[in-house]
């Protein structure tokens, strides 16, 4: 070995490499953090569009926007079913996580496998005139791997599906991952998600759907297809949106 390849000098050039690439990572993603905080927030609203038939996929960045001024947001306090003053930058995320802000979930009523949830929750509406049209709830529920997020448009009687997309999941590709394919979610509008007694009653059946309450299950994935179940069952249920559905059914919002 030379004396210019000594093992100081290699462990040097390591550490200076080490440092370099550490600060240059740092910054970009310093610097493209806002970038991606829009795009994310692009996503919302263009998920949100598709689920309320709004639109069918893709979009301009202008068009989503333009689009999006039709729906309203609004944020619900769960236990009362009634909407509320939305928090400084509130998210119902981050308040999932708080202690000061979520609620526990006792194995009993966790049949959506989340834990835990935010008190508060996120609503839209998209309204003609003065008349509501259509109001998406965003839900989520573990599957298989992965907790899956999605967002479930409702006609004004809190029960007709209008459209469900699915648009974070983990669940097997080609398998419980073709909950966002756009077949699947063709079999959503105009399915009854409630009973005359406003319970959740939706399924998902091996096979094909024989009545207006049930939906086609994922070919190959029954845990993600009960997954999915027990999500629509816990977020349209009492300790889910159930309160504030009630309601919006009595026109009392």
Request: aromatic share 8%; glycine share 10%; net charge negative.
């Amino acid at each position: 070995m030379s004396k210019k390849e000594s093992p100081i000098k290699t462990i040097i050039v390591a550490v200076v490499l080490s440092l370099v690439c550490s600060v240059v990572v740092s910054f970009a993603a310093i610097q493209l953090k806002p970038q991606q905080e829009l795009n994310k927030e692009l996503d919302r609203k263009r998920n949100i569009l598709i689920a309320a038939g709004l639109l069918e996929q893709g979009g301009t960045q202008a068009e989503v926007e333009e689009l999006f001024k039709q729906v309203e947001t609004h944020v619900v306090d769960l236990s009362e079913g009634e909407i509320v003053e939305a928090p400084k930058d509130f998210n119902q995320r981050k308040f999932a996580k708080d202690p000061d802000t979520n609620k526990v979930l006792t194995g009993k009523e966790d049949i959506a496998g989340i834990k835990k949830r935010s008190q508060l929750a996120n609503v839209y509406f998209v309204k003609d005139g003065d008349k509501l049209d259509t109001v998406i709830l965003p839900v989520h529920g573990y599957g298989l791997w992965s907790t899956m997020y999605g967002f479930l448009a409702l006609e004004p009687d809190t029960t007709t599906v209008v459209g469900f997309k699915y648009y974070e999941q983990g669940e097997t590709a080609g398998l419980g991952g073709e909950i966002e394919n756009p077949s699947w979610r063709a079999l959503w509008p105009d399915k009854k998600v409630l009973n005359e007694q406003g319970e959740p009653i939706i399924k998902l059946v091996k096979g094909s759907a024989q009545n207006e309450h049930q939906v086609d299950g994922l070919s190959g994935a029954t845990l993600t297809s009960n997954g999915v179940e027990n999500t629509l069952h816990y977020w349209l249920g009492e300790d889910g949106f159930g309160p504030f559905l009630a309601k919006v059914r009595a026109g009392e919002i």
